[in-house]
């Protein structure tokens, strides 16, 4: 299961609309999640609908959140995106053989099998992350506590039953082609890092349309510079399978 | 951990006035609304009569029906377990949805559980009530732990006193079966926020939580203090720390450290030893003097009755 979580406090404004390449990330399989950070003053009107519609055309969810609460935000999205996305599929199959709409449709009896069986998939199925965290100007306060969050967000990951990683970037990079930066490619572990941003450049353009493609494309490929390199993905898979044995 | 404020889910969190009358969709059971009682992250707590009767009993109103079926799971199972020697474990009285305009509202009927939360009992009884009530907890916990279930979310408000010390746990929508993830937790009381371990769910979770519980009764503000500070400097040590400062916490320190470096064998272990160790806390009741005049008062009272004595059998 792929999930993007966008971490911003501010509109695009460069590049393709994010609503459209959120959608793109949903037609990939990807679901797109999004926290407005309302520390100092608002988001602002156009900002706060922004990130409701990239969440709604990205299959997710949005929430205004201070940093205070961020690392709550975060995990509670993720672990929702989950159930939700698993829902769906079991809501697919319930439709198929029962002609139901959904779980809440069922009488409370049958209800409790099926939620059996979707929290032994929320726990174990395997789990990939893109943070894209915005570092336009206004988010340089915020960035210790975003980075507090991860940490906290990769220990709750860690006690999953099922493969869980994540990965880190932001946006924008230091020059103008550059839309997206990685910080941490796939890990599970980030006891060893002692900073996740580092070499940061804040400018004012926030490419947000332009970034979520980049990590669509790490998606793909594992990386963001195109699709030149290695099919990494193939072990990987088998690991993904052997968590579904059990 | 806490979910307040989902902006998906806002509309059915206002609570719903008394007065009004919770019909069964599925089974016609009715339920006449007396007053809030609670919130917890899955729900919201009423108390409520069950119509034509003198019955009371708690009904939970969930925000979310897979969030909530998935807490009646884990209450059906502790009902499967309850046997005769241990106390009653279940409290799960019906299942159902409610019709309210045009939402469905999953909801269950519970038991309901007169007491009050664990701070407001220590407030008032006095802090050496921890005694009793953290060595029933306890026991609560083993019993949980013995059927493979961890509690997970155990702070203040989710511990309920009666008058004498017996305790319920109420709020089980953050127990994950062991060996799983914690679904539910509050910063103050998590392993992972003293980075003092992961949230994978084990009796040692709850063993944590439970000693900082202990701390937050008796040195809250040490304790937020040291909650505080740098979440990367943030360790046990600090907890430490706060039993060796704090007077009222020292005769636990020893039971304290245990817990928070996971250090017993199961929980009937840590039960055990809590026992001992209040059985065995040096008594700091204020043994008062007698005073002076009284000793004299008394030692006059005793002469003056030898005389009587004296002067009758003479």
Not at chain 1, 124 to 153: G, W
Not at chain 2, 123 to 141: F, H, I, P, S, V
Request: charged share 25%.
């Amino acid at each position: 299961m792929k999930q993007i979580l966008l971490i911003t406090d501010g509109c695009s404004n460069v590049g393709q609309s994010p609503v459209m390449t959120a959608s793109l990330a949903r037609q990939e399989g990807i679901t797109v999640n999004v926290i407005g950070i309302v520390d100092y003053g608002t988001i602002g009107e156009l900002g706060s609908l922004e990130i409701r519609e990239i969440a709604k055309a990205g299959g997710g969810m949005s929430q205004l959140s201070g940093t205070e609460k961020l690392a709550q935000t975060m995990q509670m999205m993720t672990r929702k995106t989950v159930v939700q996305t698993i829902q769906q599929a079991v809501n697919r199959e319930l439709k198929h053989i029962l002609g139901k709409t959904s779980v809440e449709d069922l009488p409370p009896d049958k209800r409790s099998e099926v939620v059996e069986v979707v929290d032994e998939l929320t726990e174990t199925t395997p789990l990939e992350i893109a943070l894209l965290i915005d570092a336009s100007a206004s988010m340089k306060p915020k960035l210790a506590a975003v980075e507090e969050a991860i940490r906290d967000l990769m220990i709750s990951l860690n006690a999953r039953e099922g493969m869980s990683r994540l990965a880190v970037f932001h946006f924008p990079g230091r020059h103008g082609g550059e839309d997206a930066v990685l910080d941490q490619g796939w890990t599970s572990d980030l006891s060893g890092v002692r900073s996740l941003f580092q070499h940061m450049a804040m400018r004012g353009a926030t490419p947000t349309g332009p970034a979520i493609l980049k990590v669509i494309d790490f998606f793909r490929y594992g990386t963001i510079n195109g699709n030149q390199t290695r099919p990494e993905d193939n072990d990987e898979r088998e690991g993904m399978l052997g968590d579904y044995v059990v | 951990m806490k979910e307040k404020g989902c902006s998906v889910t806002t509309s059915y969190r206002t609570s719903i006035p008394a007065g009004t009358l919770v019909t069964g969709r599925w089974r016609g059971g009715r339920y006449l609304v007396q007053r809030l009682l609670g919130q917890g992250a899955n729900g919201i707590v009423y108390l409520v009569q069950q119509a034509g009767t003198r019955n009371l009993y708690a009904l939970k109103m969930g925000y979310d029906a897979l969030d909530l079926q998935s807490e009646i799971n884990v209450l059906k199972a502790l009902q499967g377990q309850h046997n005769a020697e241990d106390r009653d474990l279940s409290y799960l009285v019906e299942v159902d949805d409610f019709t309210l305009g045009d939402r469905e509202i999953p909801f269950y009927v519970m038991r309901y559980v007169k007491g009050e939360p664990l701070s407001k009992f220590l407030t008032r009884r006095g802090g050496q009530w921890l005694d009793l009530a953290g060595l029933n907890l306890l026991k609560q916990l083993a019993a949980l732990h013995k059927g493979g279930w961890v509690f997970g979310d155990l702070k203040p408000d989710n511990v309920l006193v009666s008058a004498y010390g017996d305790v319920e746990l109420i709020d089980y929508g953050g127990v994950s079966q062991n060996g799983r993830s914690v679904k539910q937790f509050t910063e103050w009381y998590d392993r992972g926020f003293w980075n003092a371990g992961g949230r994978t769910a084990d009796a040692a979770y709850d063993w944590f939580s439970f000693a900082v519980v202990c701390i937050h009764m008796l040195a809250e503000s040490r304790l937020k203090t040291a909650a505080n500070q740098l979440p990367q400097t943030r360790s046990t040590a600090d907890l430490v720390q706060i039993m060796n400062q704090e007077p009222r916490l020292r005769p636990y320190s020893n039971w304290l450290k245990k817990a928070i470096s996971g250090g017993f064998e199961h929980t009937d272990e840590a039960y055990e030893m809590w026992k001992r160790m209040i059985s065995r806390k040096p008594v700091r009741h204020s043994v008062r003097r007698t005073p002076g005049w009284l000793k004299s008062a008394f030692a006059i009272s005793l002469f003056l009755l030898v005389c009587a004595i004296y002067l009758t059998l003479r």
